[in-house]
Each structure stands twice: as structure tokens, then as C-alpha cells.
């Protein structure tokens, strides 16, 4: 009896193990992750439209009536800003960290007049701006990311044929830049 709940115990401990050591090892074998995907899209502070391949659908909705661009952004020497603007019938952003957990979300029905207007920063950075107040900030949404590093990704809905050239044309003209505040 004891040498069968020895064995029990052992089996249990050693599939306890395991399982740690594969959970555990999965970041450092895993490189394809979003925030990989969208460096891979070029350089940052800019947006990239995806096209219909693959990387559209994993970084974005799948959704066949959606276009999406992303932007990877570095918050470590400036804040960055998010900015569109156009008559688009649906748009939404999420930013994520570089460890792809997303840190904020909107869309067009909860944003000021329909503009996309966004500040993300580090809490060293949104302090000393909240206590600078510069001009231009009184409608941007401010955003706090934990880490230096990350990625928004725009959406914006073409129902029809028609609206293609108007959602490129917002995806195209949206900004992802730092801005002059630190």
C-alpha cells in the first residue's frame, strides 16, 4: 500500500514538473508573437496597413469588411501620440503592450467628436505633462503603459466597395509619433 501511494505521489510530482517546465519554456520558443509580428511590419511610429493575408487576421479581426494598420511605438525617451481623422463609418483602436496584453481600447461611438486623439506615456512622462498642461492636450486621451514598448492596432470598417478608398486613405493619414513632450 505505501509503495502504491509512493508511486501516485511520484507520478503527481513529476507531471507537476513537467507541466511548469513547459509553461514556463513556451515565451522563449514561442518568437511569433503580435508584438513580433507588428515589428516585423517595418519601422516604428508609423502605422502600416495589413493587407488580407495572414498577419491581417492574427494582429487584427478577420473580418473580411475591416482594414487594420498597426504601429509599433518605444515610450522610453518620449510620449507618443495616436491621431486620425476622417469620415470613416466605424473605426477602433487598441493599444497593447509588448507583451501583447492590451492596455487600452476605443472606437469612434466613446471618442471626443469621432477624432482619434490619444497621448501614451510612461507615469514619469504623464506627470510631468498633466502638470505642464500643454496646448493641444484638452481633447487627447491619456494613456499610462507599464512598459516602454508596444503596439496600436486601427481598424476601420468598409462595408462596401465604395468605402475602401476613404478607409486607406484614414489608415494611411493616421500618426503614430512621439511628440515633443518627454
Known sequence: MLRLIL???????GA????????????????????TRSVAEGRPHVFHLLDDSREKTELGSGDPFMRVA????????????????????????????????????MNDRTSAGGELDILIANQV????????????LSKSILVEADRDKGYA???TMVPQASFVEEAER??????CEPTPWK
Open 70 to 105: 498597426v504601429c509599433t511605438f518605444s515610450v522610453e525617451e518620449k510620449a507618443v501620440r495616436l491621431a486620425a481623422f476622417g469620415a470613416v463609418p466605424f473605426w477602433s483602436v487598441a493599444i497593447f503592450d509588448s507583451a501583447s496584453n492590451e492596455i487600452f481600447s
Open 153 to 155: 492596432v486601427l481598424r
Open 7 to 13: 508511486a501516485i505521489f511520484t507520478g503527481l510530482v
Open 16 to 35: 507537476a514538473v513537467l507541466h511548469l517546465i513547459i509553461l514556463l519554456s513556451t515565451p522563449h520558443f514561442s518568437n511569433r508573437d503580435a508584438y
Open 125 to 136: 512622462q504623464l506627470a510631468a505633462i498633466r502638470k505642464a498642461q500643454p496646448e493641444g
Open 170 to 175: 484614414f489608415l494611411g493619414d493616421a500618426k
